[in-house]
């Protein structure tokens, strides 16, 4: 049984290996809040069914070869430091006849790690701040999250992402966003990079358009799926290049910086949702995530 950094990620329980698991563990080793984490398991025989469990959560597992599965788990910004149970699930059908399918059952215990994110206030102009109602909040977060859930078969990136715009990153991921007067606060859901008006906004990876709109408060919005649970957004955007249904290749162009919806300024709003979970969209270029 392979078993990466003792007392980090370790298996706690697991069925002999007889029954079919080889392997079961974790990439990275340790992972901090709002970072991607890897769960790969490897069996002696191909499972019939796999599939896993975190944070009470249904975790879908993708063939990679013909013996090795893996998945993909966004960690929460606002989880709990400490030690968190992932449970691994397999069967497979036995070769005499009447017999019961063999089950497989492995359970990891991760290790998530505290994160620092900044603080930020913000004061938008009285325009600005009327568009952020709960109305406006409420009808665009259905939208864009109905397709966060997407969750493609088809693993479309090949390399680490690249960064969709050049500029500086103004507002990093997980900044804890105050407007005005604090009754509106939440964090950051991606990274804003400053850019002039009218630059290049280009895919960060391989995928498939499935959102093109325009916004009150997002802007003129694009989202791509690059499969296995994995959606980038590109937001306030002044043009959009793509269309629903284009199949990309990275660096394809997508639009140009603008300032649409609430904004205080040229930049493209870029963020990397894993599984339904809003991660740190630098990570990606920093490491192939796989």
């Known amino acids: 049984m392979r078993i990466l950094a003792p007392l980090i990620v370790y298996l706690l329980t697991s ?8 392997s079961c563990y974790t990439l990275p080793d340790t992972v901090r809040q709002g970072r991607t984490l890897s769960v790969e398991a490897v069996f002696a025989q191909p499972p019939d069914m796999i599939g896993g469990e975190f944070l009470g959560k249904k975790i879908p597992f993708f063939q990679v070869d013909s013996l ?3 998945a993909l788990i966004g960690i929460p910004v606002k989880l709990e430091p400490g030690l968190h149970e992932m449970i691994v699930r397999a069967s497979r059908e036995t070769e005499a006849a009447g017999a019961q399918p063999v089950s497989i059952e492995s359970r990891l215990g991760v290790l998530v790690a505290h994160a620092e994110f900044e603080k930020d206030s913000i004061d938008l102009p009285s325009p600005a701040m009327s ?27 090949r390399t ?10 103004t507002t990093p991921f997980g900044s804890q966003r105050v407007y005005g007067d ?34 009150v408060v997002h802007g003129k919005t694009v989202m791509i ?30 639009g140009t910086v603008g300032e649409t919806g609430v904004s205080t300024g040229p930049h493209l709003h870029w963020g990397v949702s894993v599984g339904n979970v809003r991660v740190d969209p630098v990570e990606w270029v920093d490491r192939y995530v796989r």
């Open 68 to 70: 090795t599965y893996r």
């Open 131 to 157: 568009k952020l109602t709960s109305d406006n909040l409420a009808r665009e977060g259905e939208s864009i999250g109905s397709e966060f859930r997407t969750c493609s078969g088809r693993k479309m990136w």
């Open 15 to 22: 069925t002999s290996a007889d029954a079919g698991i080889v």
């Open 225 to 254: 799926d690059h499969g296995q649970g994995v959606v980038s957004i590109y937001c306030h955007m002044n043009e959009i290049k793509a269309r629903e249904g284009d199949i990309l290749r990275k660096g394809d162009l997508i």
């Open 182 to 215: 604090g009754r509106l606060s939440w964090h950051h859901k991606g990274v804003d990079i400053a850019a002039a008006l009218g630059d290049s906004v280009r895919s960060c990876g391989e995928g498939t358009v499935i959102l093109c709109r325009d916004f």
């Open 160 to 169: 680490s992402f690249i960064y969709p715009a050049r500029g500086p990153i």
